[in-house]
């Protein structure tokens, strides 16, 4: 049988594909746009979207085990919905959904309630799914990073509680692992939620300060009030959206994003290996192509934009 990979297109989702493809699974790609779809040969693409129902049931055919991940939008709330009666219609039962952490408790930030909704659907619906929880992606900072190399400040507001941020790789990984387990298991499992974080919770005082570290020069904390995150933000994305990203900041100061118990050792064990650090992608960082970023792609993140001057996943 054939997994589905949603938002295969962005930094996640191509992941994802990567990691099953090296793990043999048979993949098929949903993608709006076939010149970004340069998978491997193995690789089965459909073209369409997930409010578009004829390419939704050409797509799911043959379909064992689905990847949801979609994009941070007016309408993400309907394409969920859609694409899992779509699934359910067609006999699917499996399903790894991409949602965020605490998308139980930041129900005013939208993508966060829209994604809990989804969740509720999953589960009504009889699904055998795993929830995949992420925090706040360090992958985020690879819109913000000029900040901080030419202006000397780290300016997302994230807040003094603490974020347990988690690199994409990791998303990725265990999602792929989640995906064949659900997909080769001999029966229904039940819905499993997993918690996606990174190994250190940071402040933004503690960012900055690994900044300053890394790149051998004071890097200033840019402060909690998300006035002018927003501001920025509405430069290069609709305003609502900008609006969305501060309703965010606000519960990053409020409440962190802070991890549970275990999750930390839950995830080294699923991946057989540490977890990437923020240290690590700051370093990583200071390779001028070590990272190709573009607005659609970070877009498909889904449940975590955040960029200074977005992320979702999304």
């Known amino acids: 049988m054939t997994i589905l990979v949603t938002g295969a297109t962005g930094r996640v989702g191509r992941q994802v594909v990567q990691q099953l493809v090296k793990r043999g699974a048979d993949v098929r790609v949903l993608v709006r746009d076939i010149s970004k779809a340069d998978f491997p ?25 689905l990847f949801l991940l979609n994009a941070v939008s007016g309408d993400e709330f309907t394409q969920a919905l859609i694409t899992l009666n779509i699934a359910r219609e067609s006999g699917l039962e499996r399903v790894v959904y991409l949602s965020v952490i605490h998308s139980d408790r930041f129900v005013n930030v939208p993508h966060f309630a829209v994604k809990s909704g989804a969740e509720r659907m999953i589960e009504q619906m009889g699904f055998s799914a795993t929830i995949l929880r992420p925090a706040y992606f360090i992958d985020n900072e690879l819109m913000i990073k000029d900040v901080i ?38 029966g229904k499992l039940p819905i499993e939620i ?8 940071l402040t933004g005082s503690d960012v900055a300060a690994i900044w300053s570290d890394v790149l051998g020069r004071p890097i200033a904390y840019g402060g909690d009030d998300p006035t002018g995150f927003e501001q920025n933000l509405a430069n290069i994305m609709p305003k609502w959206m900008a609006y969305e990203m501060r309703l965010m900041a606000e519960r990053y100061v409020a409440d962190g994003m802070l991890p549970e118990a275990g999750d930390v050792e839950r995830l080294t064990r699923i991946l057989g290996r540490p977890l990437h650090s923020y240290r690590n992608f700051a370093n990583e960082l200071l390779r001028p192509t070590a ?15 955040t960029g200074a001057c977005r992320s979702a996943s999304i």
């Open 41 to 65: 040969a193995v690789v089965e693409v459909v073209q369409g979207e997930l409010l578009d129902i004829d390419s939704l049931r050409k797509a799911f055919a043959g379909i064992n085990t």
């Open 291 to 305: 990272f190709a970023l573009s607005f659609n792609e970070w877009q498909l993140y889904g449940p975590n934009l």
């Open 149 to 186: 190399f030419n202006h000397g400040v780290y300016p997302m507001p994230i807040g003094a509680k603490g974020i347990a941020m988690v690199d994409a790789r990791d998303i990725a990984e265990v999602a792929a692992v989640e995906l064949i387990r659900r997909d080769q298991a001999p």
């Open 194 to 201: 997993i918690n996606l974080v990174g190994p250190d919770t």
